[in-house]
């Protein structure tokens, strides 16, 4: 919002985080981000402060950008965050404005939130619109500046024309937008999470039956990639999803449908999410093969620790998740992340942890690629050969080039390979 020309003053109720964003240091790796906080820092435009009454007082609109994870022991979204933000708006505006909510929330949350907003001295009136967030970790930027669409759940015209104003540069950009009510504008995220984490189960699916017909799956992928009705992206087969997001948002999908009476519509969500898990079980079972299923005493080498590449983000990682597994199982897993090995150690302190790939990998018996990031793509197999004490490679994202790998000698697993794990 600085970038494109407005006065902006964050509240956040992490002090850490907000000094070090005061002082130009982004408190989470995002490529590009570094750089556009400084410039905007530099600007004058963007002012991060303790106090919520700073940051709200004189604001024309509030951004609610909480999170909403799930809820401890249950499928549910947590929301005290978005509520206590909220009442932090409720208790210090200063003159009418606009609450926009960006958190994800499940259907019905905003028209709740909105019978919220109304104070006993009605100094201010406060509307809500929903404006959800859709950017992915790793392009976060290019996502926000340049946005595939931008949804504006609304209930009136002047909110309307408030955050058409707010984005006009953005829109200049030819960029399509969707005004419609609140509910929609709340299901749009939701739905398309759903729909993401389906394209990715399905592929995942299609995984297990070419492992046991000895098909390919990168090659059914390709194919059903060319189809413009399908098309390639998020059909990519591995070790499945994860993250603060797509996990965490078809359980709260599925939990607000019960609670709608609604249940039976999503209920294959709960297939989609099983399917996923899945993976993780089954990377554990390839590498269990290749071991006689003895982990004990092994050394294995897992190659990323993030839930994707370019990001620090380590929640619901399956690459941990496997790490942790196998480490459960007896092995020694020595863990290697361009970026997320604090993150991971403060998750699972129990593994150990390595600076560079060459130490992780040195007198392993088996190597884990869990991560797709460039840095391990470009992984000459031949040189590793010599570290390794046995080259067995079993590949969780197929993103490397097998043939190349066994040339060099290396006996090649992936997911999804039915020839391959032969
Ligand atoms: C997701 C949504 O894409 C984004 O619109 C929303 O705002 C937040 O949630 P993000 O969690 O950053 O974004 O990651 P995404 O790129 O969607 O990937 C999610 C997971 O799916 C990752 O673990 C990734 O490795 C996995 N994935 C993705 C696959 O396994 N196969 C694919 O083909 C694509």
Known sequence: MAQVGHEVRVFDIDAAKLAMLARGIPPFYEPGFQELLQSTLASGRLLFT??????????????????????????????????AAFQAVVEHADRPGLVVGKSTVPV?????????LSRPDKVCELEVAWNPEFLREGSAIADT?????????????????????????????????????LATSEMVKVAANSFLATKISF?????????????????LSRALGYDERIGARFLHAGLGFGGGCLPKDIRAFSAR????????????????????????????????????????????????????????????????????AMHLKGASVRVHDPQAISNAKKMFPTLTYCESIEDACRDADLVVLATEWSDYRVIDPKEFSEIVRRPVLVDGRNALDHSLWTQAGWKVYALGRGKLNR
């Open 50 to 83: 303790e106090s919520p009454k700073e940051a709200i007082e004189g604001a024309q609109l509030h951004f609610v950008c909480v999170g909403t994870p799930q809820q401890q022991g249950a499928d549910a979204a947590d929301l005290s965050y978005v509520e």
């Open 108 to 116: 019905g949350t905003a028209e709740r939130l909105s019978n919220s």
């Open 145 to 181: 500046l340049k946005p595939d669409r931008l949804v504006f759940g609304v209930t009136s015209e002047s909110a309307e024309g408030l955050l058409v104003e707010v984005y006009n540069e953005i829109l200049e950009g030819g960029i399509p937008y969707i005004t419609t009510d």
């Open 203 to 219: 592929i995942n699916a299609m995984a297990e039956i070419c492992e046991v017909a000895g098909a390919d799956v990168v090659t």
């Open 257 to 324: 449908a019960g609670e709608l009476g609604a249940a039976d519509a999503v209920s294959f969500l709960r297939e989609i999410d099983k399917i996923n898990l899945r993976r993780r079980e089954r990377l554990v079972s390839l590498v269990g093969s290749a071991f006689s299923g003895d982990f004990l005493g092994r050394h294995i080498a897992v190659l990323g620790a993030a839930f994707k590449p370019n990001s620090d983000d380590v929640r619901d990682s399956p690459a941990l998740n496997v790490a942790a």
